[in-house]
């Protein structure tokens, strides 16, 4: 169940997804709504299937204590976040007073225009930014009070990150640069890396270097790595930008899949309907607010 | 440190960048220790040669021509002399790594050669020592070796004219011990000399009585200037020093310019490796890993990457020393030492430098580093 304070139960939200920044309903002073309260992919089944895991041994010891700790679902919010850059002299408002929630397991879209903010709120979320004004709680740890250490940290044990480039490290091997992404790079690691590269038609490239991958690929080793410390939550900021339509949707086919596989949410910022179309929510993204959030289906 | 982010895996998979910073370093190692080895070498024989006899004796050496005998007498009566032993100090020519050096040949009356040997730390070890008043001269081992001389050679001015010592001696000894020097008859010695046919000594050896030595170099400190010079320990000692001090700061001035440049050279190398591979560290950071490790990580490649290459090159310095001192400098009888302290303590500071340079660099760099950034960028 969402706990008391941070969240407030909405008969009108019914999806995974509630926000608020431009509506004129989510005045000053309303805590952001989060998402749907209970029903069918209910807050406490999201939590019971994390602590199941950690009980397999799949995440270890963290998990079990992040199980402990967290009875809730997989969720981050923002409270009325503002994010604003210096810019020559003036300031960019990439952001205004945006308030979201998102709860998992699910998959939620984040649309909008190009500079719109979609990149800007994927990072406030997942902590790679801190706001300007607003606060963000992940797994209900308040990020301000987290030290940058702290913040890494969260990153590393219960968040994926895929971009729009892959970013891998250019002397590493395919294998080896999807072993970067585990808790501990050891000679488990390294099976799990092979048998993960395997699942995703990749079995030949294990030995290979960045350079020797074509772009789809290179995508599909990065989204590897970011499965490697099997988070909690999944963010990725235009993964398939750059990938043509067959290796786009292969991508988006193994963020699926191992979202279901492992009850996590699948935060993605994409311009393209087809990627955002199978959402449980799709937040529409307008000059740095929420201009509407979308429940397809 | 073995798995995929160490820098084992690094510097292997990126042999051309470590190979530019190790060739750099190892022949700055070369280098540095070239000028460690001549310069010990230079000094070493200085010691040997001009600090090293004043620790058994003290050396009287008339100012003028001859010691006066009134001196001579009072320095002889007191109670803190144990011995005061007419000896001319002569020097006989050796190669060493910079060119012509010398050691020490000393002419002191039959009589005394023996006990003086002992006092000196020095020992006949093959032959005989020379006839009373007869041009014989013992010479030790280290210096037979080196000028390829046999028992019954001769030596000196007469038969050689680049040889200091003055006369003719026929080599009836060889001695062993510390201080590397040769021992001749006072008498025959003196023969050679410009003072040959005027009667007194113009110079002398006082030993004083055990635990005397103080107290008898103070007093012989006392002689007047313009009749005699006296060469203790102490003032020896400080002279040396003095020469010493002068070379060696201006060694080290030398060599904190050679390794400021290279550290400077090298670390914006460094500085220019880390600056294409902030894309790497950046993705890092942003998959999670805290500043701490990524520091940790670049200061490991930093310091392994120096450190082997700093190993490399004293390591190359040993195996050319080897080499050189086989097959060039053995046949002129000079030995090479392999390595020291000094190569070490002079070398240190090529990767010490170099670390500390390209570390705060990269701490500059790594302190500054924005994940998003990196990620941000589309190329
Ligand atoms: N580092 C930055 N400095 C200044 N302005 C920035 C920076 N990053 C983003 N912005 C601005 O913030 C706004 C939102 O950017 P972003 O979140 O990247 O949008 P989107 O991902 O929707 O294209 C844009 O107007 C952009 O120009
Ligand atoms: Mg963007």
Redesign the interface.
């Known amino acids: 169940m969402p706990r008391e304070g941070r969240a407030v139960p909405d008969a009108t939200a019914s999806s995974g997804v509630h926000g608020s920044g431009t509506q004129p309903e989510t005045g000053a002073g309303r805590v952001p709504v989060l998402g749907r309260p209970g029903a069918e992919r209910g807050a406490v089944g999201g939590a019971a299937e994390v602590a199941g895991r950690a009980r397999r041994g799949g995440l270890g010891r963290r998990a079990e204590s992040l199980a402990a700790a967290e009875s809730g679902p997989v969720e981050v919010v923002a409270h009325r976040v503002g994010l604003a850059y210096r810019e020559h002299g003036g300031v960019c408002h990439a952001l205004r007073d945006v308030g979201l929630g998102l709860r998992g397991p699910g998959f939620v879209g984040i649309a909008g225009p190009s500079g719109s903010g979609k990149?800007s709120l994927l990072?406030l979320l997942a902590g790679?930014?801190r706001p300007t004004t607003g606060r963000i709680v992940a797994l209900g740890r308040e990020m301000d009070q987290l030290s940058?250490?702290e913040r890494?940290?969260?990153?590393?044990?219960y968040?994926?990150?895929v971009?729009?480039?892959p970013?891998l490290?250019?002397?590493?091997t395919a294998a080896?640069?999807v072993?970067?992404?585990a808790p501990r790079?050891?000679r488990a690691a390294r099976g799990m890396a092979e048998a993960l590269l395997g699942r995703l038609g990749l079995a030949g490239c294990c030995g290979r270097l960045p350079h020797e991958l074509s772009g789809g690929q290179r995508q599909r080793v990065a989204a590897a790595?970011?499965l490697m410390n099997e988070p909690r939550i999944l963010f990725a900021?235009e993964p398939t930008a750059a990938l043509d339509r067959a290796s786009a949707e292969e991508l988006m086919g193994l963020l699926h899949d191992y979202r279901h596989g492992h009850g996590a949410l699948l935060a993605v910022v994409s311009h393209d309907e087809t990627v955002t179309a199978a959402a449980d929510a799709i937040v529409r993204m307008w000059d740095g607010r929420i201009r509407a959030i979308e429940r397809p289906g | 440190m073995f798995?995929?982010?160490g820098f084992p895996?690094?510097l292997l998979?990126?042999r051309g960048r470590a190979l530019a910073l190790l060739v750099v370093v190892v022949l700055a190692v070369m280098e540095v220790s070239t000028v460690a080895l001549l310069t010990g070498s230079m000094l070493g024989d200085l010691r040997l040669t001009m600090v090293a006899p004043f620790q058994y004796f003290t050396e009287i050496v008339a100012s003028d021509a001859l010691v006066p005998p009134s001196i001579a007498q009072s320095v002889a009566a007191q109670p803190q002399t144990k011995l005061l032993l007419p000896m001319i100090p002569e020097v006989i020519r050796v190669n060493t790594l910079i060119g012509p050096g010398t050691r020490n040949v000393f002419a002191v009356p039959t009589a005394f050669m023996t006990w003086f040997l002992r006092r000196i730390g020095e020992r006949l070890i093959i032959g005989r020592l020379p006839a009373a008043s007869v041009a014989e001269i013992a010479l030790p081992r280290r210096v037979m070796e080196n000028r390829h001389l046999r028992l019954g050679d001769m030596v000196g001015q007469q038969v050689d004219p680049n040889e200091w010592m003055p006369g003719e001696f026929r080599i009836v000894g060889i001695l062993g011990g510390t201080l590397n020097a040769g021992i001749t008859s006072y008498e025959a010695m003196r023969s050679f000399t410009a003072l040959a046919a005027v009667p007194g000594v113009a110079s002398y050896a006082a030993f004083a009585q055990p635990g005397s030595r103080r107290a008898m170099d103070a007093y012989l400190s006392t002689l007047p200037l313009d009749q005699v010079r006296v060469y203790t320990e102490g003032a020896e000692e400080q002279a040396y020093h003095q020469d010493v001090r002068m070379l060696d700061w201006l060694l080290w001035s030398i060599n904190l310019v050679t390794v400021g440049v290279l550290a400077v050279a090298m670390g914006l190398l460094n500085n220019l490796y880390y600056m294409q591979r902030m894309?790497?560290y950046?993705?890092?950071?942003?998959?999670?890993?805290?500043?701490?490790l990524l520091l940790r990580r670049a200061f490991a490649e930093v310091l392994a990457i120096t450190s082997i290459s700093w190993s490399a090159g004293l390591g190359l310095t040993v195996a050319l020393r080897g080499v050189l001192a086989r097959w060039l400098f053995a046949p002129h009888g000079i030995s090479l030492p392999s390595l020291d302290l000094r190569d070490i303590v002079f070398t240190l500071p090529i990767p010490l430098l170099i670390s500390v340079f390209t570390l705060a660099t990269v701490l500059r760099r790594l302190t500054r580093l924005d994940?998003?950034s990196?990620?941000?960028?589309?190329?």
């Open positions: 990149s990072y790679l930014k940058p250490t890494c940290l969260l990153r590393r044990r968040f994926g990150f971009f729009q480039q970013f490290i250019h002397f590493l080896e640069n072993v970067v992404g790079r050891d790595r970011a900021d | 798995g995929v982010l895996l690094y998979r990126n894309d790497e950046g993705i890092l950071a942003a998959i999670g890993f805290t500043h701490g994940p998003v990196v990620v941000e960028r589309r190329d």
